[in-house]
């Protein structure tokens, strides 16, 4: 059954202020995002401020985003609404915009050394790596599914960032993929489930499948 992303709408405000949040993510992300607005959004970064409609995240996003360090992530699905109101289109085509983007320009060579082959073994690896250092929170669980393919969960994502997640996963690693030579290649998510809570919010499992020719 695949992803139904009416199951996860965004909450009206961010569970956690602007900063704060426990899951992180490699700066490198934002940078990249505020290069596509500067390039695809009419009036830039400071159109985008005027639908954040939230001090806090106006606030968040005007700050410096270094390439070295990491952020909190929960703030990126409000910052895409905001971007996606700007650009007068849905939340979902301008997360898959922005990453097929990001994986287009010149941030690419950021993200080439964790993608270096599309071997299915090489992949496997390479995406534990990619979470390590680029979404370092949850887990990722892979393996290698035929000559042309691979299965995985991407785990402890919380119920904030399923949507965005699966939308910016699978279109970046499409469009990377692509861009080293793969073929006809869909990264497809089954549906979340839901995994154990030891008090606090919910998180989910991932299950996705890779495939290329």
Not at 41 to 58: H, Q, Y
Request: proline share 9%; no cysteine; hydrophobic share 45%.
């Amino acid at each position: 059954m695949p992803f139904d992303p009416s199951r996860f709408p965004l909450p009206a405000s961010p569970p956690y202020a602007p900063g704060t949040s426990p899951y992180r993510v490699a700066g490198v992300v934002y940078k990249s995002l505020l290069g596509f607005v500067a390039e695809s959004v009419p009036g830039g970064l400071d159109r985008v401020k005027r639908e954040l409609r939230d001090p806090a995240l106006v606030a968040f996003v005007s700050a410096p985003f270094a390439l070295t360090s990491t952020a909190d992530v929960v703030p990126l699905p409000y910052l895409g609404q905001a971007i996606a109101r700007a650009r007068g289109v849905t939340f979902e085509q301008q997360v898959r915009d922005a990453n097929r983007w990001s994986a287009r320009s010149s941030f690419y060579e950021v993200y080439r050394a964790l993608l270096p082959i599309a071997s299915p073994e090489a992949l496997t690896v390479a995406l534990t790596r990619a979470v390590t250092i680029i979404q370092p929170f949850g887990g990722m669980k892979a393996e290698a599914l035929r000559s042309t393919g691979v299965r995985g969960e991407r785990t402890g994502v919380p119920s904030v960032l399923v949507a965005w997640m699966v939308f910016s996963t699978s279109a970046f690693l499409e469009t990377a993929l692509e861009r080293i030579g793969s073929r006809a290649v869909h990264a497809v998510f089954d549906v979340p489930i839901e995994e154990e809570r030891a008090g606090g919010e919910a998180t989910y499992t991932l299950p996705f499948e890779i495939t290329w020719s």
